[in-house]
């Protein structure tokens, strides 16, 4: 595709829902990345893939948390037991190499649980 | 740790007239790569420019330009000609050449006044 995409745009889930956000990198790109943006502050690293090997979940906040990309092409970032605190942006970027100068970001997810 | 510091939190400039937008990093590292992205009210994250540490040659794309101290652990962002559309929040951005993660800062918001 012509950039990184993400859906949905929005969610608005309660509190204890699971939610399954979906990010779809640059095609051709080996590296996807997850951030975490809270409001007002700059994006913050949750985890990365080089194809489907998750390589780095140091940014996870906790096991309520993960992520996967089984085809080492769309990824899905889920949280369970949704808490308030997890309301957000979620974004995600992609690299055509590992450790490439540049990340491309999506528009992202943002995430409001009530 | 890699820590990412913007102290402007607002900026505001004339159109048509030259703004600076100040970052400092903290780092140990010799070899790294810095940006600047634009966060317009769309909340796409949009790549701005892009120096790496080894460059002793400040990077311009078009109206902007950076100024990259690296004794001094500086990089600050000047916009010049500001037009309406630069209207936005602008992260700097860290990331190690050694690493996968991205650092941000907390972001300016600079509003460009008609």
């Known amino acids: 595709g012509a950039g990184v995409s993400q859906s949905p745009r929005y969610k608005v889930t309660k509190r204890g829902q699971d939610v399954a956000l979906r990010c779809d990198p640059i095609s051709g790109h080996v590296s996807l990345y997850w951030y975490r943006q809270a409001l007002g502050q700059g994006p913050e690293f949750l985890t990365y893939?080089?194809?489907?090997?998750?390589?780095?979940k140091s940014g996870l906040p906790n096991d309520r948390f993960s992520a996967e990309r089984p085809e080492g092409s769309i990824s899905t970032l889920t949280i369970q037991r949704t808490e308030q605190r997890d309301s957000a942006m979620y974004r995600c970027a992609s690299s055509l190499v590992p450790r490439e100068k540049t990340q491309y970001f999506g528009p992202g997810t943002r995430l409001l649980v009530l | 740790a890699q820590t990412v510091t913007q102290s402007q939190p607002e900026m505001s400039v004339q159109e048509a007239e030259t703004v600076t937008l100040s970052c400092t990093y903290d780092?140990?590292?010799?070899?790294?790569?810095l940006f600047w992205y634009k966060q317009p009210p769309s909340r796409q994250m949009i790549l701005v420019i892009r120096?790496?540490?080894?460059?002793?040659q400040n990077a311009t794309e078009n109206r902007f330009s950076v100024n990259f101290q690296k004794a001094a652990k500086s990089f600050s962002l000047k916009i010049s000609d500001s037009q309406l559309g630069d209207a936005a929040m602008y992260f700097c951005a860290y990331r190690s050449a050694g690493s996968n993660d991205m650092r941000f800062g907390a972001g300016t918001r600079l509003t460009v006044k008609p």
């Open positions: 120096q790496e540490a080894y460059k002793q």
């Open positions: 780092t140990s590292e010799s070899d790294y790569y």
């Open positions: 893939f080089n194809y489907e090997a998750q390589q780095d």
